[in-house]
């Protein structure tokens, strides 16, 4: 791990709000399982994605897609969103909770704009069909089925930040050789095997042509790795061998100082 004391110093923050947190969320969906609409899901999610592979498909910029800016452009993997699953497959969403306050995580932004940016224009809509930022599409469709395990908005935002900086499958696939390029290929089992060597846990791939696109790891409500569940093909949409397109060859051709 290249940042023990931050991820000590987030854990520790986990905690405490654990003990201090009632309310919120927690009072509503209390209501809404108690009305017995939504049954409490099985496990955790955590999904991924490889902006070299995303950035690709971008058309068009504005100030809110992290493709567009070369300064901060990430070249690592990023959060697309931490989900909440059914063993069968199936999955809850929009379970209950007030709509997404930024402000409510406002302390979080900075890592939040590093490693959870939105990778495209298009603002999601919520569950409260408002068109939204990325941040609050992910929070209201799957943050509130988090109960009883995460209790609030803030608290889905920290402990997915929490367990996205504890298991860096960037620092895992760039240690095994798998490092950003435009001409290699990688073999899909050898990156699977990483992870499973890494986290004792079998990811589960998506794959835009033959470029990783996602890579995404389950785990119990207490945050152990565990398989995902109904996923009999870990190698999703995946050929055998992929690529991990390097950033800067992304396509925002409509930007004048790219190359070709
Ligand atoms: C292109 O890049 C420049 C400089 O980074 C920026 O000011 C401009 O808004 C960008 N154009 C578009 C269409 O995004
Ligand atoms: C994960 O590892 C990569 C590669 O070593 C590193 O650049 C990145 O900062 C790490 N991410 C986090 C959240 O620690």
Same mark, same amino acid.
């Given at each position: 791990m290249s940042s023990p004391a931050i991820v000590n110093l987030w854990m520790l923050l986990v905690c405490c709000i654990l003990i201090a947190v009632k309310g919120g969320w927690d009072e509503?969906?209390?209501? *809404?399982?108690?009305?017995? +609409?939504?049954?409490?899901?099985d496990y955790?999610?955590? !999904?991924?994605?490889? =902006?070299?592979?995303?950035?690709?498909?971008?058309?068009?910029?504005?100030?809110?897609?992290?493709?567009?800016?070369?300064?901060?452009?990430?070249?690592v993997f990023t959060i697309h969103g931490l989900w909440t699953e059914y063993n069968d497959g199936t999955w809850p969403s929009c379970c209950s909770g007030r709509p997404f306050d930024q402000k409510e995580i406002s302390t979080l932004l900075e890592p939040m704009r590093k490693y959870w940016p939105s990778l495209s224009c298009s603002s999601p809509r919520s569950c409260h069909h408002k068109k939204g930022p990325f941040w609050g599409h992910e929070?209201?469709?799957?943050?509130?089925?988090?109960?009883?395990?995460?209790?609030?908005?803030?608290?889905?935002?920290?402990?997915? *930040?929490?367990?996205?900086? +504890?298991?860096?499958?960037?620092?895992?696939?760039?240690? !095994?050789?798998?490092? =950003?390029?435009?001409?290699?290929?990688?073999?899909?089992?050898?990156?699977?095997?990483?992870?499973?060597?890494?986290?004792?846990?079998?990811?589960?791939?998506?794959?835009?042509?033959?470029?990783?696109?996602?890579?995404?790891?389950?785990?119990?409500?207490?945050?152990?790795?565990?398989?995902?569940?109904?996923?009999t093909s870990s190698r999703g949409s995946c050929p055998q061998y992929v690529s991990l397109p390097a950033h800067g060859s992304w396509g925002f051709r409509s930007n004048t100082t790219a190359a070709s």
């Amino acid at each position: 791990m290249s940042s023990p004391a931050i991820v000590n110093l987030w854990m520790l923050l986990v905690c405490c709000i654990l003990i201090a947190v009632k309310g919120g969320w927690d009072e509503e969906v209390g209501l *809404l399982r108690r009305g017995g +609409k939504q049954r409490q899901f099985d496990y955790f999610k955590l !999904a991924l994605q490889w =902006p070299g592979t995303y950035c690709r498909k971008t058309r068009h910029c504005c100030s809110s897609n992290a493709c567009c800016s070369r300064s901060n452009s990430p070249s690592v993997f990023t959060i697309h969103g931490l989900w909440t699953e059914y063993n069968d497959g199936t999955w809850p969403s929009c379970c209950s909770g007030r709509p997404f306050d930024q402000k409510e995580i406002s302390t979080l932004l900075e890592p939040m704009r590093k490693y959870w940016p939105s990778l495209s224009c298009s603002s999601p809509r919520s569950c409260h069909h408002k068109k939204g930022p990325f941040w609050g599409h992910e929070g209201e469709k799957h943050g509130t089925c988090a109960y009883p395990v995460v209790l609030d908005e803030y608290e889905f935002f920290l402990t997915t *930040l929490n367990v996205y900086f +504890k298991y860096n499958v960037t620092e895992v696939l760039f240690e !095994a050789g798998y490092v =950003p390029s435009d001409s290699e290929k990688y073999p899909l089992g050898g990156i699977i095997s990483s992870i499973q060597n890494a986290f004792h846990t079998t990811p589960e791939l998506v794959c835009s042509g033959d470029a990783l696109e996602e890579l995404r790891i389950c785990f119990y409500k207490n945050f152990e790795p565990r398989d995902c569940a109904h996923d009999t093909s870990s190698r999703g949409s995946c050929p055998q061998y992929v690529s991990l397109p390097a950033h800067g060859s992304w396509g925002f051709r409509s930007n004048t100082t790219a190359a070709s």
